[in-house]
């Protein structure tokens, strides 16, 4: 299931995944932001799926990296279990979830939340997408940091090793964004 509700330079999203087993069954959450415009641009450079473009989030995130207190998917294995994972997670879209959809429609705040990760929580096949988001999001939204997260996601992508067309397709989006006056 999905729920989605717009605002005025994107949408907030919420995930919910149910997986049924015959012994037991998986429940998972996940928030997500989109910013229109940061979407539009890099899939200009990533090879992107037919309407992928259209359907892509810039940030999604698990409970458990939000509050803390939940896990990152619910192992249910009777009514009850369901019951309290449901109770659980109504609380915690109370006292943490809808604050932090809030927070990322700020253009400002999910650039620093991906800023934050750059050096260690980005998962390698995530990276480049993470990579062209986080430096669009900076050169937009907060342009005086912009040569330092530049520089900084351009060093990952060399040092990872990443294919010569992964590198060609940052550095031709680099480009792209070191000659466009004004992005917002």
Same mark, same amino acid.
Not at 81 to 96: G, H, N
Not at 120 to 129: L, W
């Given at each position: 299931?999905?729920?989605?509700?717009?605002?005025? *330079?994107?949408?907030?999203?919420?995930?919910?995944? $149910?997986?049924?087993? +015959?012994?037991?069954?998986?429940?998972?959450? %996940?928030?997500?932001?989109?910013?229109?415009?940061?979407?539009?641009?890099? *899939?200009?450079?990533?090879?992107?799926?037919?309407? $992928?473009?259209?359907? +892509?989030?810039?940030?999604?995130?698990?409970? %458990?990296k939000i509050g803390k207190k939940l896990p990152k998917r619910f192992t249910i294995e009777n009514d009850w279990?369901?019951?309290?994972?449901?109770?659980?997670?109504?609380?915690?879209?109370?006292?943490?979830g809808f604050k932090w959809l809030d927070e990322m429609i700020n253009p400002l705040n999910l650039e620093r939340a991906f800023v934050e990760q750059r050096n260690?929580?980005?998962?390698?096949?995530?990276?480049?997408?993470n990579a062209f988001r986080a430096t669009a999001l900076c050169k937009i939204y907060n342009p005086n940091d912009y040569q330092e997260v530049r520089k900084s996601f351009l060093t990952q992508i060399q040092e990872k090793d990443m294919t010569p067309f992964t590198l060609a397709s940052?550095?031709?989006?680099?480009?792209?964004?070191d000659n466009m006056d004004n992005l917002d």
């Open positions: 299931m999905l729920f989605e509700k717009e605002f005025p *330079h994107g949408k907030q999203v919420i995930f919910v995944h $149910y997986t049924d087993y +015959s012994d037991q069954s998986f429940l998972e959450y %996940n928030l997500g932001v989109r910013i229109d415009k940061v979407e539009m641009i890099i *899939h200009k450079f990533l090879p992107t799926l037919k309407d $992928y473009a259209e359907r +892509s989030i810039t940030m999604i995130q698990t409970l %458990n279990e369901l019951s309290e994972a449901i109770m659980k997670t109504e609380s915690f879209f109370v006292t943490d260690n929580s980005f998962k390698t096949q995530n990276f480049v997408y940052f550095l031709q989006f680099l480009d792209y964004l």
